[in-house]
């Protein structure tokens, strides 16, 4: 007889308040009296977006009215665009969370003036995963706070509303063994807060931002990362007054899409030459220097890279760059050559999007065809995508490359949409009629 079994009824019920849903999932398994005690639902869903009858208060109450005390829950996901009342979402996440084993929550709640979570939910044992979204606001953080098993934390249109105590720096703290932490939607001007991203347990940060709508925030700002275990880093957003700290020692994939900002503004106008920038992304270009794999995001990271060029540190690690750019071929890559020299391991370069070069007579930009960095590149292969099926200008581009990195051992050149036989073989034999800098050179060429 196993063990579980051996114990009475009341002693087995003050435990399972402290166990996951795994958990008892793996003792409904090997204990027949526990299988026989309690019972587990993998995903209990609701959102008022669906078809139901009745209300949607009415739906979610009697569901979890029919649930015995001996069920337990994997998955719970609450989501409502219709405002419901905060009362009545605190009691079912109390019923919800307090012995429910729950693993994985995920709650979407729209208010007009925000949604406040309940304490409770700082303190839950068992959860592993959280996803808080569309409106929750956040001011108070228990000072008892403490998510013992939370590895994933998403944040969707969250706010922080406490300066004083800074109630995100406390939910981090609260969170001991997090691994992976996303922000999305994040308006830190709109945000009460210290600026401090602080987590020794963090190996994956994502931070996105829609850009599209602007930036008008009279504040000053500074933000900080003290991340020192944080493996991969995906950051779009504007680039503040400053980075205090920037510890990223363990970084090994930044994937950054920065724009910076004049006077703390952005209103879909680009920063000029002669311009005098609030926004200083020194401490961050220098933060990265340890990555193996970097992602940079046309046309802000280009623009910012530029402007930061003396700030740029030999990237000993690097081996593989992403340039992502979009269609319009004109955004110069005057950062590139800054870059390009100071990445002596650099292996792999991959240009997603199209191939930037100027209109006739001279199709090599500037930003290329004056520099050397390509003469001592060590680069090995090149992957390129054409924006406009092989145009004479990115044709040019492509030659000029093969004519001065002597160490290319691949090229390959993508080309969007579907091309032709007699397209494909034009682009082939033009390529394979270039001069080459290194002989060991082959070429490939396909569409996507």
């Not at 009691?91 to 994985?104: A, I, P, Q, T, Y």
């Not at 870059?339 to 292996?347: A, E, I, R, S, Y």
């Not at 092989?390 to 080309?415: N, Y």
């Amino acid at each position: 007889m196993d063990r579980i079994s051996g114990l009475p009824d009341e002693l087995i019920r003050l435990i399972v308040p402290y166990i996951s849903a795994k958990d008892a999932a793996f003792l409904r398994v090997v204990s027949k009296r526990f299988r026989n005690l309690y019972t587990i639902i993998a995903d209990l869903e609701f959102d008022d977006t669906g078809q139901f009858q009745g209300t949607f208060t009415d739906l979610v109450s009697r569901e979890l009215a029919r649930l015995e005390t001996t069920t337990y829950i994997r998955r719970f996901s609450l989501k409502s665009l219709r405002g419901l009342d905060q009362a009545r979402i605190n009691h079912w996440l109390r019923d919800v969370l307090k012995c429910r084993g729950v693993m994985d929550l995920e709650m979407g709640i729209y208010g007009d003036n925000g949604y406040t979570l309940p304490l409770e939910i700082f303190t839950c044992k068992t959860v592993k995963k959280l996803k808080l979204g569309n409106e929750i606001v956040i001011s108070v953080v228990p000072r008892n706070a403490l998510l013992p098993a939370l590895e994933t934390l998403i944040f969707d249109s969250v706010r922080f509303c406490n300066l004083a105590d800074c109630a995100f720096h406390a939910f981090l703290l609260a969170c001991p063994v997090l691994k992976e932490l996303t922000i999305d939607g994040m308006y830190w001007e709109t945000w009460q807060w210290s600026g401090k991203v602080s987590s020794q347990s963090l190996q994956r940060l994502t931070i996105g931002r829609d850009m599209s709508e602007g930036f008008f925030g009279p504040d000053h700002q500074n933000i900080t990362f003290d991340t020192p275990n944080l493996a991969y880093l995906d950051y779009t957003d504007f680039v503040p007054d400053g980075y205090t700290i920037v510890t990223f020692d363990s970084l090994v994939e930044a994937k950054l899409n920065l724009l910076v900002m004049v006077n703390r503004r952005w209103n879909d106008v680009f920063a000029n030459d002669g311009d005098i920038l609030s926004s200083n992304a020194t401490n961050l270009i220098q933060g990265i220097r340890n990555v193996e794999i970097l992602e940079l995001s046309y046309p802000y990271t280009f623009q910012t890279l530029y402007f930061f060029r003396n700030a740029i540190p030999v990237f000993e690690k690097l081996r593989h760059l992403t340039m992502t750019h979009e269609e319009d071929a004109g955004f110069c890559w005057r950062f590139l050559p800054f870059l390009l020299n100071k990445t002596p391991n650099l292996k792999t370069l991959v240009i997603e999007g199209g191939v930037h070069y100027l209109e006739e007579p001279d199709y090599v930009c500037g930003c290329l065809s004056g520099y050397s960095c390509l003469l001592s590149c060590p680069l090995e292969v090149l992957e390129l995508t054409l924006s406009d099926k092989g145009r004479i200008g990115e044709l040019e581009q492509i030659k000029h490359f093969l004519g001065k990195l002597s160490r290319l051992e691949l090229l390959k050149v993508h080309s969007r949409g579907r091309l032709s036989d007699a397209e494909k073989l034009r682009i082939y034999t033009d390529i394979q009629m270039f001069p080459r800098a290194s002989s060991k050179c082959t070429i490939q060429l396909s569409c996507i």
